[in-house]
């Protein structure tokens, strides 16, 4: 497990990938009765055309297929073509989009559609387009081959870009999914630490809890070592995507199975029937969990099989992943608040080094947290006088890194076409901040304290992702959320435990976490928890 959380810790803060192209919606309607109907994303440069934000009172345009032609120049065009007042398709290359739109415009074509097979991406251009007054968008090639198939030979289009919606409602889900994951983490801590205690009194549950539980503790120095190993794995995952997607997917396999057995196994013990016993290698097994280890591998399989089928997919990897970090929050141990500081602030470090400060290092200006989020862009073309700019097809085809919570947006919107269809959540805005919520949790029950500190970490970070979602819908990009989740969480557990005049004992913390055989017991003889310091 420590293996595996050391792997994961790399990918704890990636963003939602960010689309620097406009994106707009090709409505494609065939001629049958009724007609069928059918919408594809489009790019373009809002700053050359504008589009509708609706179809209302906007005319259709004839389609005319000419993939088999480029339109660089007029003598590419047969005399016997008309185009006039059409919707032209032509394919990506040789020239630039602007002396295509030229031809286009001069043989009186609508709107011009640049056909793309390597992905919609390609780079700003600084063409003069004064005399260029006809829409010009790029469109994948293969929505093109659909659209015929889908919609027949006869096929009328529109072209428009809808408003972004201010708020999508995937977000109140996605804030249910963190706060509820991060407290129920932080509980499930504390209900561990009261296990340890209780296990202190007597010798026998002692050693029977040492070998039941795998607990990991971080010191300051194994947190710094942590943060290392984060670098190290997100500049590899940047390198050599290709090939360490892979091996992450199959260790979120891995893990997340372990994981939901973890949090399953824990309820289900709670239960007084079906203990059946079953006795292999010297040792008795309970039969509901053998049943039970089938049912997380097969959901972890299954996941793996059907992990790009964008319609249910996401349900089971939003399962595992709050396995996972359940999981991860209850097993990893901050000994102390000083611990949780040093965590903290070197992860909120690592996420706005790479996220603002690698653009400027980075060849093509891009983030490399952003480019290992979305996958690096591979097979893009390097044209001059190109339209647009926008994500082309990953070198890894469909395979993103499992390391989000996903929940489909609610609203409908141009995003919903061109591959942003999910509303993300790192799981490192839910493990990190976890963690502290569960050392908050920890130290109430030894300090015997009314959960102020479990209750007052919890509120602060829901703030804290308020604060994230106010400050995304106000930018219209993806932010790195524990430059906000941090600080609430940070500051108010401070202020808390200064209030209560209990800095020094919170920023030591307990030393039960370091118990040898000379200690004397933190059970008093009336069962009573009591903290013993040296």
């Not at 069928?36 to 994303?41: F, Q, R, V």
């Not at 965590?343 to 996220?355: K, M, N």
């Not at 805005?429 to 908050?440: E, K, T």
Request: net charge positive; aromatic share 10%.
């Amino acid at each position: 497990m420590r293996r595996a959380g050391l792997l994961w810790a790399a990918l704890w803060a990636l963003l939602l990938p960010r689309v620097n192209a406009q994106e707009g919606i090709l409505h494609a309607s065939g001629n049958g009765i009724p007609p069928l109907t059918k919408d594809y994303c489009i790019r373009y440069n809002r700053s050359w055309i504008s589009l509708p934000n609706t179809l209302d009172n906007v005319a259709s345009s004839s389609l005319e297929n000419l993939t088999s032609k480029v339109f660089c120049s007029n003598s590419e065009v047969p005399s016997t073509l008309v185009i006039k007042d059409k919707a032209v398709v032509v394919m990506k290359g040789n020239c630039s989009f602007m002396d295509k739109a030229r031809t286009a415009q001069s043989h009186g074509a609508k709107i011009l559609l640049i056909a793309s097979k390597t992905g919609l991406s390609s780079s700003d251009t600084k063409t003069d387009v004064q005399n260029v007054t006809i829409p010009v968008a790029l469109v994948s090639y293969n929505d093109i081959m659909d659209m015929q198939q889908a919609l027949g030979a006869r096929i009328n289009v529109t072209l428009y870009s809808p408003s972004l919606p201010e708020f999508d409602y995937s977000m109140v889900v996605i804030f249910l999914i963190a706060v509820l994951t991060v407290a129920l983490g932080g509980y499930w801590s504390g209900v561990s630490e009261l296990e340890d205690l209780k296990a202190v009194a007597s010798p026998e549950d002692r050693e029977t809890r040492r070998k039941k539980e795998e607990n990991v503790t971080f010191t300051p120095l194994t947190v710094i070592i942590f943060v290392v190993i984060c670098c190290a794995m997100l500049l590899l995952l940047y390198f050599f995507y290709k090939w360490l997607v892979y091996v992450i997917i199959s260790v979120f396999c891995l893990a997340s199975a372990m994981s939901l057995y973890n949090c399953l196994s824990a309820l289900i013990r709670k239960l007084s029937f079906g203990q059946c016993r079953i006795s292999c290698c010297n040792k008795s097994i309970e039969v509901r969990l053998i049943f039970l280890a089938g049912f997380c591998i097969a959901t972890a399989v299954v996941w793996a099989v059907f992990r790009n089928e964008d319609r249910w997919a996401w349900i089971l990897q939003d399962i595992l992943g709050v396995a996972f970090c359940l999981n991860f929050i209850k097993t990893l141990k901050m000994p102390n608040f000083k611990s949780c500081v040093i965590l903290l602030g070197l992860l909120l470090l690592y996420d706005v080094f790479f996220v603002f400060i690698t653009p400027f290092i980075t060849k093509n200006g891009e983030s490399i947290m952003i480019e290992v989020a979305a996958g690096p862009f591979g097979n893009s073309e390097k044209n001059d006088g190109n339209l647009v700019e926008g994500p082309a097809e990953r070198s890894a085809p469909h395979e993103k890194l499992p390391v989000v919570i996903r929940v489909p947006r609610l609203e409908y919107s141009a995003l919903t076409l061109c591959g942003m269809p999910f509303s993300l959540l790192g799981f490192g805005d839910i493990i990190v901040p976890g963690l502290l919520v569960a050392y908050c949790r920890r130290f109430d029950i030894q300090t015997r304290s009314s959960s102020v500190y479990y209750v007052s970490c919890n509120i602060a970070y829901a703030v804290g992702m308020v604060l994230t979602f106010v400050v995304l819908a106000l930018m219209k990009m993806g932010q790195p959320a524990l430059l906000y989740l941090v600080p609430c969480t940070l500051i108010t557990s401070s202020l808390v435990a200064w209030r209560r005049k209990e800095m020094k004992k919170f920023w030591q913390g307990s030393s039960y976490q370091v118990l040898d055989s000379s200690r004397k017991p933190l059970l008093q003889d009336d069962g009573t928890s009591r903290l013993y310091s040296e």
